[in-house]
């Protein structure tokens, strides 16, 4: 079984900074996408960034609402991070961590197999 936990939520003022952690424990497939997505109250969960592993057989992908702003890493099979950069408060959020096999339509979170428990992101204006 796979777990999935996320860290590095809080509170930030806008313009500011963050960075979301991920890790993985149990059996990951070695190719596999990890993403992140968001759900603010009353909304629907979002995507917000994805990346492949191995990183350099493909790219990372983001939500236009994120590009330029936000950074998606890994550095194994297990890992993801997520560096936020220039929040705003529209950025408030829970985030989660998703893990699905390689090659998935990454912007839909039904094609995720694996979820987090999710980390809070407040940004105040």
């Known amino acids: 079984q796979v777990q999935l936990v996320e860290s590095g939520g809080g509170l930030v003022q806008a313009g500011g900074s963050l960075r979301l952690s991920c890790a993985a424990s149990g059996r990951t497939p070695s190719r596999n996408t990890m993403a992140w997505f968001r759900q603010a109250p009353g909304t629907e969960r979002e995507f917000v960034a994805a990346?492949?592993?191995?990183?350099?057989?493909?790219?990372s992908y983001y939500a236009d609402s994120v590009k330029g702003r936000f950074t998606i890493s890994r550095d194994n099979a297990k890992n993801t991070y997520l560096q936020m950069l220039s929040l705003k408060p529209e950025d408030t959020a829970v985030y989660y961590c998703?893990?699905?096999?390689?090659?998935?339509?990454?912007?839909?979170?039904?094609?995720?197999?694996?979820w987090g428990q999710g980390t809070q992101v407040t940004v105040s204006s």
């Open positions: 990346a492949v592993t191995p990183i350099n057989w493909s790219g």
């Open positions: 998703a893990l699905g096999s390689y090659g998935l339509e990454y912007r839909n979170s039904n094609a995720y197999d694996y």
